[in-house]
């Protein structure tokens, strides 16, 4: 009973937190904020950070709480980007009197669902596998559905939509071009849609951790052995968290194509998949607000570095490496337990860590 | 038929670019317990120096690969010094971050020393082409060379874990570091030369890659990277011979697949083999099958 109330408080501040910075985000869009005027490209982050949370958040899903280190996670972005800009484009060009938001909709469903398939289709496999040749693996197919997208070509000829395989020939206007990626795509992404996606996400996340599935999932990572002998179908629960994981980069995915005129698959390359990686390491493994705050802070970072100019990204990779060698290292720990040492013992921590 | 050969000798020369770079991989990974992603940035920095050496001091191209071969030694072992030791005990996520760090840091540097722009990397070994059946098979002398590095560090790569004192070290470190502290072994310094050996392959595969490629920019070196690190995984990770194979059957594979079923999907051709390979034997052609104890 006690530990329910304090998981309902923890996901109570979860929550909270990105209310109350969604409303001061809003405000000071609006220039309510005496003195604080967000800059323009400031404001151009805000769809990419809500879309880099519910990435992180997706992750940490399979690499904190399922436990198997997934290097491909980009993959399932591209997909749910490419089937929502589809889909999107599709609806407004087949029936021009829909609303803009039904369109929107329609993009995050339909890049869950295809994300989702991609999911189940790639976990069959890699569950098999164990460690470092599972992470391999996912890298395998980050790459392969990159590849893929970059030999596909649709295009929209008022309702009718045609593919082409490597053949870009087709009647009507591109608007998936191969290697440019999507072309021409309306933008309909809205900070408030990307907020409303985050507290989905952490809504269906929250709630599948802190459920008997959500239980089983952490019981296999922990010790499969055991797991399995006190009858948890291991595959079955790490495959929910994968699959789980997969549709919400989907919808991560389609909402970040419909932020931007055009999109090339090769944004979604090994690069990004580590990206959200790095966000989710960086925030604490198997912490949802850790993963949060650390994706919201490091889309932000390179646009704070911005005066730095061309050290820009040299910055970046020092911080990184420094707060991973602050936070890590024996000797730095050692240093932080003395100065506080009402922290409590690691052995009591352990369960919830 | 001779098209095909001429196919299968480039695949099997960028195979062995692949199988020295992989070689590193697995012997850190085979050690330290690590993925090393600054790996394949290592390569681009090593492409660098021989090319700076060639084009601005005009001095030989053996020289050039020598001093190649010094800067990235020294890179390797500050690399290890000053990001992966003091992480010797934390978590294996956290050390791969720090080694994603150290690849953005190392790609950085580059693009501000030598610029975003492609160099055109001047071949370094240039003794002429080799033409066979009347010149409808020509073998360039990179080609050649690159094969021919690749067995010589093999074999001296071979002779060297198995017949000296540091190589027996290498295997106990590999095998249980606990117990090889015990034994009297000294651990860092045993990963600090790996990580040597490692770097210094890499700057040989950085001319390589560079003399049969000559396109040379900062992110040269993530694909081959990561390319040769799936090499070390398919041949099974840890192992020399692994290596070898698990880079010339990639190196093969490419190049087949880009000339006879598309250029595109290439990649993915590699990678779906490389998938297919692990789900037969999934710790590698050439890795052995570990049980797990309760």
């Keep these: ?353 | 038929m001779i098209q095909f050969l001429s196919f299968l000798i480039s695949g099997i020369s960028l195979g062995s670019v692949y199988a020295i770079i992989a070689l590193g991989y697995s012997m850190v990974y085979g050690i330290a317990k690590m993925l090393n992603f600054a790996h394949g940035d290592v390569i681009m920095i090593g492409a660098y120096i021989a090319f700076c050496t060639v084009q601005y001091l005009h001095l030989p191209p053996l020289v050039a690969v020598l001093a190649a071969v010094v800067v990235c030694t020294v890179l390797g072992i500050l690399i290890e010094g000053l990001a992966y030791k003091p992480l010797r005990q934390a978590s294996s996520l956290a050390v791969l971050i720090t080694a994603i760090g150290m690849s953005y840091l190392l790609q950085n540097v580059a693009l501000l020393i030598w610029g975003a722009n492609p160099k055109s990397f001047p071949s370094v070994i240039s003794l002429g082409t080799l033409s066979l059946f009347d010149g409808r098979l020509r073998i360039t002398s990179e080609t050649f060379v690159t094969i021919l590095a690749n067995i010589v560090i093999m074999i001296a790569l071979t002779l060297f874990t198995n017949r000296t004192k540091m190589g027996k070290a290498m295997r106990c470190v590999s095998e249980d570091k606990g117990a090889a502290e015990l034994m009297g072994v000294n651990v860092n310094s045993t990963i600090s030369m790996t990580f040597a050996i490692g770097s210094a392959l890499a700057a040989v595969a950085g001319v390589l890659l560079c003399s049969s490629y000559p396109t040379l920019m900062p992110t040269t070196g993530a694909m081959p990277g990561i390319k040769a690190f799936t090499a070390a995984v398919f041949g099974g990770i840890g192992s020399i011979p692994g290596a070898l194979i698990g880079g010339l059957l990639l190196g093969v594979i490419e190049i087949l697949g880009r000339a006879y079923i598309s250029t595109e999907l290439s990649d993915a051709i590699v990678f779906a083999v490389l998938i297919v390979v692990l789900l037969v034997k999934p710790t590698g052609l050439l890795g052995k099958p570990t049980h797990e104890k309760v």
Aim: aromatic share 10%; proline share 3%.
């Design chain 1, 1 to 353: 009973m006690r530990k329910n109330k304090r998981n309902f408080l923890n996901n109570a501040v979860t929550y909270g937190m990105v209310i109350v910075a969604f409303l001061l985000c809003e405000l000071a869009i609006s220039g309510l904020i005496g003195g604080f005027k967000m800059s323009r490209s400031l404001k151009g982050q805000l769809v990419p950070i809500c879309v880099y949370v519910v990435m992180a958040v997706s992750l940490n899903l399979t690499v904190g709480f399922s436990g198997e280190l997934s290097l491909g996670h980009a993959g399932f972005m591209s997909v749910g980007a490419f089937s929502g800009v589809l889909i999107s484009q599709w609806l407004g060009s087949a029936f021009p009197d829909i609303p803009s938001l039904a369109r929107v909709i329609a993009a995050l469903v339909s890049g869950g669902i295809f994300a989702g398939i991609a999911g189940i289709l790639i976990g069959i496999p890699v569950l098999r596998l164990r460690g470092d040749y599972l992470a391999i693996v996912t890298l395998a197919f980050g790459e392969i559905i990159r590849n893929l997208i970059n030999c596909m070509y649709f295009s929209l000829d008022g309702k009718s939509l045609h593919f082409g395989f490597n053949n870009p020939n087709l009647a009507g206007k591109l608007v998936i071009n191969g290697p440019m990626g999507a072309t021409g795509v309306n933008r309909l992404a809205s900070f408030e849609v990307g907020f409303v996606l985050v507290l989905f996400t952490l809504f269906v996340v929250m709630n599948l951790v802190n459920s008997r599935s959500g239980r089983a999932i952490m019981a296999a990572r922990d010790n499969r052995i055991a797991a399995e002998a006190m009858g948890i179908n291991v595959t079955k629960y790490k495959m929910i968290a994968f699959v789980t994981s997969a549709v919400l980069a989907g919808m991560a995915g389609a909402l970040y194509g419909l932020n931007f005129a055009n999109t090339a698959a090769a944004k979604f390359k090994f690069d990004t998949s580590i990206l959200v990686l790095v966000f989710v390491v960086l925030g604490g493994i198997g912490s949802i607000r850790g993963s949060i705050i650390a994706a919201a802070l490091l889309t932000i970072l390179p646009e704070v570095l911005r005066e730095f100019g061309d050290y820009r990204m040299l910055v970046y990779a020092i911080v990184l490496i420094a707060v991973m060698i602050a936070t890590n290292s024996p000797l730095l720990g050692n240093l932080f337990n003395r100065i506080r040492p009402h922290r409590m013992k690691p052995g009591k921590e352990a369960g919830k860590a």
